[in-house]
């Protein structure tokens, strides 16, 4: 059974921080996992999809790194900016026997807020 | 290019009542889900749908019931409604690679749905 967790469940810094946002999964048999950002209210916008076959993802700020073996994922996000301001979910593809049945298991996410 | 579309965008019902939620996915994606989100909490997976076949269901009761059309667009219908069932109601699409796994997930802006 698949299970995520994110920690921490919040953090606030100042602008300009470095930060990084930790995932861990329990079944390392995915081919993916997904990071999304959640503004208050609104639907998930998606950051970075990392490939099993891959060890890190970057997009601009962004930087995701996948450690199957060790069930863990990290979203680090460089000088952070107030409009950083979200919260950041992580989630991963539930296996079965047959591979993914195509549904995401996520974490409960971190509530990042980022002072001016 | 359009992204997923889902209306409506706000719904207050009562308890007992029938709702059907509509989502559109982008563009040659043929796979749907549908989440539901709790304040606070990761969302939660209901069903997928792929090529108009249900391809997953999660844990949800029977008053929960979802088809995809020829156009590869999705409703979810909810029957009896309850006060617990106010939550966003988020649909994501993706397409199936070659390989047979599904690909990145793409999220709409959800329908908030209050019941009183």
């Known amino acids: 059974k698949q299970e995520v967790t994110q920690i921490p469940a919040a953090l606030s810094v100042p602008e300009g921080e470095n930060l990084v946002l930790n995932c861990s999964f329990t079944d390392s048999a995915i081919y993916n996992l997904q990071w999304f950002r959640q503004d208050p209210g609104k639907g998930l916008t998606s950051l970075l999809l990392i490939q099993s076959s891959q060890r890190e993802q970057t997009s601009g700020r962004l930087n995701a790194s996948l450690d199957k073996s060790s069930g863990r994922s990290t979203l680090y996000i460089a000088a952070s900016q107030p409009g950083d301001s979200a919260t950041y979910l992580c989630a991963a593809p539930k296996m079965n026997y047959g591979g993914s049945q195509g549904n995401l298991i996520f974490g409960k996410g971190t509530k990042l807020s980022v002072k001016p | 290019d359009a992204g997923v579309t889902q209306s409506p965008t706000h719904l207050i019902k009562t308890r007992g009542q029938q709702v059907t939620l509509r989502c559109s996915p982008i563009?040659?994606?043929?796979?749907v889900s549908w989440y539901q989100q709790v304040l606070g909490q990761g969302p939660q997976f209901i069903f997928q749908?792929?090529?108009?076949?249900?391809?997953g269901r999660g844990n949800f009761p029977d008053r929960f019931s979802a088809r995809q059309f020829p156009n590869y667009s999705s409703e979810l219908n909810v029957n009896a409604l309850l006060l617990g069932d106010s939550a966003l109601y988020l649909c994501?699409?993706?397409?199936?690679?070659?390989?047979?796994?599904?690909?990145?997930?793409?999220f709409g802006p959800g329908t908030r749905l209050t019941v009183l």
């Open positions: 749908y792929y090529e108009k076949e249900e391809r």
């Open positions: 994501a699409s993706s397409f199936l690679t070659a390989s047979g796994s599904y690909n990145e997930q793409f």
């Open positions: 563009s040659g994606h043929k796979s």
